[in-house]
């Protein structure tokens, strides 16, 4: 195992090391080597201001309506994958941009109804709920709202492995 382990006693914050751990040892050249991508992301937006906070009641027509959407467009995403064609970044961070900006109004109303999940659509609705997590947890703990989106982007996508497993497993 070639990662290296983070310890309290190292000298650096655990985003560089998680940075180390993400961007080198890479052969992929579209992906920075070393280069501080995630200092990056979060001084990225530090002038843009979140919107104005919305109470859990009018929030949550605009999360039900996303949420309605998201099923949809998830599938949509994981189903592309599953047959083989290219990943559209584009659809999943029009979605995430969609996600973010509820939980930026109001982080408790998306987050609360996509718990309610059913059988047929739960990996669909498990990744917008981890995608509204993410943007949630990010933002409390600072960051910017690009880096948020990043984050969210990371939970929506979480589970896209899942596409290449045969449907009656």
Do not use: W
Not at 152 to 165: N, R, S, V
């Amino acid at each position: 195992d070639n990662i290296p382990k983070y310890s309290t006693e190292d000298k650096k914050p655990l985003k560089d090391h998680i940075n180390d751990i993400c961007f080198t040892n890479t052969t992929s050249s579209s992906i920075p080597s070393n280069d501080n991508s995630i200092n990056k992301l979060e001084k990225s937006s530090k002038t843009e201001k979140f919107p104005q906070k919305n109470s859990y009641k009018e929030e949550l027509k605009n999360a039900k309506d996303i949420l309605r959407n998201a099923d949809f467009k998830v599938q949509s995403i994981f189903q592309d994958i599953r047959m083989g064609k290219a990943f559209n970044d584009n659809d999943a961070i029009a979605l995430v941009d969609e996600i973010s900006e509820s939980v930026f109004r109001n982080s408790d109303a998306l987050i609360s109804i996509s718990r309610l999940k059913n059988k047929d659509n739960y990996t669909y609705l498990h990744s917008v709920a981890v995608c509204a997590l993410m943007v949630s947890l990010s933002k409390t703990l600072g960051y910017d709202k690009e880096f948020c989106k990043q984050a969210g982007k990371a939970g929506l996508l979480h589970d896209i492995g899942k596409t290449f497993i045969p449907l009656d497993i």
